[in-house]
């Protein structure tokens, strides 16, 4: 078979399918499309872009962290209205960036992949689509988020509720909540912001609690139109105060983590200071305090900041719950001491299932090569990867998030620096003319176990987590879920990996032989 009988019997629909239309996806179709990649299709499962922030709309919606840090480098918002940003505001954000880069026009709404399948004979990835269409993409970068799919609650006789369900991901506004009673479940990010919208509404609220969390204070004014006017005029003002901020957050959320040897007391002190001052001034009932207040060290678990969940259990129509829940009955909720509360509504927050949770890919199955599964990879084995964004099986296949994955401050931190890496294998594979590229199996190995080491001596390891209860910890004990390195080191790394921890294949022999390899590619 010639070069062009080759090519016309192994061209897939699209160079590039993008799966996910949140943060992540968007972000690295900007990327791609800036890198000159243009053969893209963005497959989002929903009916509008936006991932978390489109499904997200419960009432006291807001982002945990400073909205100066919440966008990416190359587009600030200078108008964000408070320092936390609200949840409508980042859905614009998101609608604003497809717009301004002109990514929209790639996107394939209602187009849930439900499964890929690496094709060796052809080297393309085949993606299943509803209705039985099949699409076929040369590269595939899953950009589906940290937190993939609602984790089913795990109630005995939930179906036989006959009250309104809401769940924090989808929740239902035409729902009356006044004057009823109503229980939530969960005292996670989530539920934390929705408890003191929800119960001046309420005849009863009932809160089931498994694990405290740690909350802190929430600074959180309102942006002055003056301050506004000056981003706008002057963006490199802005552009310092979100450097500034960010790095701010690493420090909280990456660098107190990783370095706990050193800044252990920082963390031990700061749960001090919960205990005895923060706590104290916002729960006046000692026992209650003591029910909210942790056992486990400052940052096991994600901590988060509001200035009135806390104090929302004062109320007196407010109780807290510990006790563990046994059955869900029609018109009931059925405790292990023996209690029943009659309830009206029940709201559900209980977390999501993490990219590492192999039961997101039993139900979308990803299969690379040589019989590579994807769901009993993360099952069986150890989570690993090369830089986050790659697995040796899967050929041709990227992840914005993946093990060992979070970066720097925020998000959009991470999804910045993953694009950069993915672009560069992609023009790599361009001038190579390959068909195929895969991380060797040896690279993966090495960053694995760096990544692991060094997360040995962290918070997570050597901190008192035990009663944690935390999505930090996956199934196997480790820690995936966070990059140990900072931000610059990641970028760093970004743009300066050897490609050839890569190894690059042809359909045509000669055509990836040929190239010369190139270990490093300048920024673009």
Not at 53 to 67: E, F, I
Not at 173 to 187: N, V, Y
Not at 434 to 461: C, D, K, M, N, Y
Request: charged share 25%; glycine share 8%; with cysteine.
């Amino acid at each position: 078979m010639n070069a062009a009988s080759v090519d016309a019997a192994t061209r897939p629909h699209r160079e590039v399918a993008i799966i996910g239309a949140g943060i992540g996806g968007i972000g690295a179709a900007i990327a791609l499309t800036r890198a000159g990649i243009e053969d893209i299709v963005i497959l989002e499962r929903a009916s509008d872009i936006g991932g978390t922030w489109r499904d997200n709309t419960y009432p006291g919606l807001t982002v945990d962290v400073p909205a100066q840090a919440y966008q990416f480098s190359y587009a600030l918002k200078p108008d964000w209205s408070h320092v936390y940003a609200r949840g409508r505001e980042v859905k614009a954000y998101i609608d604003q960036c497809a717009d301004r880069w002109d990514v929209r026009r790639f996107v394939r709404l209602n187009s849930e992949v439900l499964s890929r399948a690496w094709d060796e004979e052809s080297h393309v990835w085949r993606l299943e689509l509803p209705g039985g269409e099949e699409l076929t993409a040369r590269f595939v970068i899953s950009a589906i988020g940290a937190f993939v799919n609602p984790k089913p609650p795990g109630l005995d006789g939930l179906d036989q509720f006959e009250g309104d369900v809401l769940h924090s991901a989808a929740w239902d506004h035409s729902i009356e909540l006044s004057g009823r009673r109503a229980a939530i479940i969960g005292t996670g990010a989530s539920a934390l912001q929705i408890i003191p919208e929800v119960a001046p509404q309420l005849e009863r609220l009932d809160v089931y609690q498994r694990t405290p969390i740690w909350v802190g204070p929430k600074l959180d004014l309102r942006t002055p139109r003056a301050v506004q006017r000056l981003y706008e005029r002057v963006p490199r003002v802005q552009d310092a105060i979100r450097k500034a901020t960010t790095r701010l957050v690493e420090a909280g959320l990456v660098g107190l983590v990783v370095n706990h040897e050193e800044l252990g007391w920082i963390t031990r002190g700061a749960g001090w200071l919960g205990r005895n001052v923060w706590y104290r001034s916002q729960v006046r009932d000692p026992s209650l305090r003591c029910r909210l207040t942790p056992s486990y060290e400052v940052g096991c678990k994600r901590p988060s900041v509001s200035n009135t969940y806390l104090s929302t259990f004062n109320r007196a129509n407010v109780e807290l719950i510990c006790e563990p829940i046994e059955r869900v009955t029609a018109d009931a909720v059925h405790t292990a001491d023996g209690r029943q509360r009659a309830v009206d509504v029940l709201i559900l927050a209980t977390g999501f299932r993490m990219a590492t949770d192999p039961e997101n890919y039993r139900s979308n199955p990803v299969r690379g090569r040589d019989g590579f599964d994807l769901a009993t990879f993360y099952a069986e084995q150890r989570a690993r990867s090369y830089e986050s964004v790659s697995l040796p099986g899967l050929p041709n296949h990227f992840m914005i998030f993946g093990p060992y994955g979070w970066t720097g401050g925020t998000w959009h931190e991470l999804v910045e620096t993953a694009s950069h890496h993915i672009t560069r294998v992609l023009l790599e594979a361009r001038r190579r003319r390959a068909t195929a590229v895969e991380v060797r199996e040896e690279a993966a190995e090495r960053w694995t176990r760096f990544a692991v080491q060094r997360l040995g001596r962290s918070l997570w390891q050597t901190g008192s987590c035990q009663t944690a209860n935390s999505y930090y910890f996956d199934a196997h004990g480790d820690t995936p879920f966070l990059r140990p390195t900072s931000a610059r080191q990641a970028w760093h790394a970004a743009r300066t990996f050897p490609l050839d921890d890569y190894r690059f294949e042809s359909l045509e022999p000669e055509a990836a032989s040929s190239a010369v390899p190139a270990t490093t590619m300048e920024a673009r």
